[in-house]
């Protein structure tokens, strides 16, 4: 009996590569410490071209070698506008509460109004976008995405653990910054942040609704702690 050969065509797209994909995890980390500890560069250096290498190239690396279609990853034009307008009320609830605690923290004096006309309001913006797409595209695209896959769709193992990524990803940073101690609080917060917005990449698969969400969030932050 004639053993068939099965033929693939050079164009089926791979599946998954497990190996592969905590390969190019690892090695972001390792090169973003790295990089953490050997340069102290502008910061719109670190979230415009940086983070495009540390976080862009291995996500590129992934999809070309894995030929996986780019609504793998969120990146879907017909869910272009629902993410965007996802992401605008997540960031409209997001300066609702910045602009509370900016009110109480400043005895009722509001901000945010003063902060439009202001250029640097603007150019942080812009660098805000810039972080959110980078992130958004490496935590929630890419990682987010294959993590589902791997476990076979199970969505709670998924979420938890690109929250957990995007901790450890974040607190050689923070510990720089703040210390050990100082920084608890802000690791808490961001725990909350990433979940809910794996929660919300899970529910809507649009990359677009990351990255409004996202900058809207840094632009929150900023608020409440300018004094």
């Given amino acids: ?120 309001f603007w150019w942080t913006f812009s660098l805000a976008l810039a972080t959110a797409w980078w992130e958004s595209l490496f935590f929630y695209g890419f990682i987010l995405s294959i993590l589902l896959k791997i476990y076979k769709g199970n969505e709670w193992k998924a979420a938890l653990i690109t929250t957990f990524l995007f901790l450890i990803f974040h607190a050689p940073i923070l510990v720089l910054r703040s210390g050990v101690v100082g920084s608890v609080l802000p690791l808490v917060l961001l725990s909350l942040f990433a979940f809910g917005q794996s929660i919300i990449f899970l529910r809507y698969k649009s990359l677009t609704s990351m990255v409004v969400s996202h900058a809207f969030w840094g632009m929150a932050l900023l608020v409440y702690t300018l004094k």
């Fill in 1 to 120: 009996m004639k053993r068939r050969t099965r033929i693939v065509s050079p164009s089926t797209p791979k599946t998954p590569t497990t190996g592969l994909f905590w390969l190019l995890v690892t090695l972001s980390f390792v090169s973003l410490v790295w990089y953490r500890l050997m340069f102290h560069l502008p910061v719109w250096f670190d979230e415009i071209f940086a983070k495009a290498v540390l976080f862009g190239v291995p996500f590129l690396v992934y999809a070309v070698i894995t030929r996986q279609s780019v609504t793998v990853f969120g990146l879907n034009p017909k869910k272009f506008w629902l993410g965007a307008y996802v992401g605008l009320a997540l960031g409209g609830v997001f300066g609702f509460v910045a602009m509370f605690a900016s009110a109480l923290k400043h005895q009722g004096h509001v901000l945010i109004p003063y902060l439009f006309s202001s250029p640097i």
